[in-house]
């Protein structure tokens, strides 16, 4: 061991020509040796004050660095207990040192004891799932030191409770006055952050605060509180992309991480919402109200429509494009519900599609000598086999 080399040194003052005129041997061990010659780094010396007790060597120790703990003093006649080393010499139960400190210059430590026929009693922590912990020893009316804290996979240490269901924290500065049992809280919460996520062209309102969950423990999801235009909401996905595991609305979760503290993010999905209305007329009034950028409905006529008036199809503030195809379960007229209703039957402006199924038509009357159907910036698809027809002024 370096410890127990014992080494001389020479020291020598040289003086002009090279000529050593005296020289000094300087014993010790390695570290004496490099401290007496001013190599090695600063150190401070630590003094522990017995106050009666045994004889404890101080340390020299390097500066930003902890002093070891020594073995502990005894009473000579073996009627007091050593209680532990104190910062300050009236040995306040606040003042009890803390040997992880970093020495950044010279101390002294004093003992403090206690007569034996002072009683002793047992705290006992209860790690409740986590690593063990010893029970500890402790002088009636002194307060115990927090032990290193235990450990739990998934979990988060949270303190010791003074009761089993965790309700009351303990003073780790009061002073024990009887055997204390003391159980460990964990928590493993985590956070649940739900985005609309709305498809690009969309728009709509709500907002929705995270929830708190605890691993473990199951829980619903918060009730979805967004809206999109023109969109329903179908639940929520754990990506972004709507892959990923699926949840329904306020679904009951448990577990959905194992990290403490960390955010969850879910993602609502949106399904197109089918045009209401039991008219035809009925579901282009909802198109125009729920319509969004990109969307595309499909209107099955189930029977011959009329319309009580002509219909301009057009983008909403805000809104670029929308496509409405018009289909049949057999061959589907629409029509005026008067005669005397003139003037184009759509009029497609720009950023709408208006498709014509195969089996549509679109039926006009003689007296009506406006386009049935007039191109606005838009478009007319027509598949084969739809007509559109009976106005004096068939031009579209």
């Known amino acids: 061991m370096r ?40 150190r401070y010396t630590v003094s522990f004050e017995s106050n009666g007790g045994t004889r404890v060597a101080s340390q020299r120790v390097k500066e930003n660095l902890p002093v070891s703990r020594p073995a502990n003093p005894t009473w000579p006649d073996g009627t ?17 040192y803390d040997f992880n400190t970093l020495v950044t210059g010279n101390i002294t430590l004093y003992a403090k004891w206690v007569d034996t026929s002072i009683v002793s009693y047992t705290v006992t922590f209860y790690s409740n799932g986590g690593s063990s912990v010893e029970p500890v020893s402790v002088v009636s009316g002194f307060p ?27 003073d780790f500065a009061a002073p024990v006055t009887g055997n204390l049992p003391l159980y460990a809280k964990w928590n493993n919460n985590y956070s649940v952050r739900y985005n609309a996520n709305r498809p690009a062209g969309t728009t709509g309102s709500g907002t929705m605060a995270n929830t708190s969950h605890v691993y473990g423990t199951p829980q619903n999801l918060r009730a979805n509180t967004f809206t999109t235009r023109g969109l329903e909401f179908a ?41 209401a209305g039991s008219t035809l007329a009925a579901k282009l009034d909802w198109i125009a109200a729920n319509s969004y950028t990109g969307a595309d409905y499909t209107i099955t006529l189930s029977a011959n429509e009329t319309l009580p008036t002509v219909r301009t199809l057009s983008t ?11 289909i049949g379960s057999g061959a589907r007229t629409v029509s005026f519900q008067s005669d005397s209703i003139t003037g184009s039957m759509f009029t497609i402006n720009s950023g709408v599609t208006l498709v014509l199924g195969s089996n549509i ?19 007319l698809e027509m598949n084969t086999g739809s007509t559109i027809t009976g106005n004096t002024n068939a031009s579209r």
């Open 3 to 42: 410890k127990n080399l014992f080494v001389r040194f020479l020291f020598c003052t040289v003086a002009a020509a090279f000529v050593f005129t005296t020289c000094t041997p300087i014993e010790g061990d390695i570290d004496e040796v490099k401290e007496k010659a001013g190599v090695g780094g600063v």
């Open 80 to 96: 007091c207990k050593f209680v532990d080393w104190f910062s300050d010499a009236a040995c306040a139960n606040v003042d009890i």
């Open 144 to 170: 115990v030191s927090p032990p290193i804290p235990p450990n739990r996979t998934n979990y988060t240490f949270a303190g010791w409770y003074m009761d089993m269901g965790l309700t009351v924290e303990y």
């Open 235 to 275: 639940g929520w996905a754990a990506n972004a992309d709507g892959t990923g595991t699926q949840y329904g609305n306020s679904a009951s979760v448990n577990n959905l991480t194992t990290t403490a503290g960390a955010t969850v993010d879910l993602y609502a999905k949106w399904t197109p919402l089918v045009p």
């Open 316 to 326: 909403d503030t805000g809104y670029s494009s929308y496509k409405i195809t018009l």
């Open 361 to 379: 038509t679109l039926q006009g009357h003689g007296s009506n000598n406006n386009a049935l159907v007039r191109v606005n910036g838009g478009v």
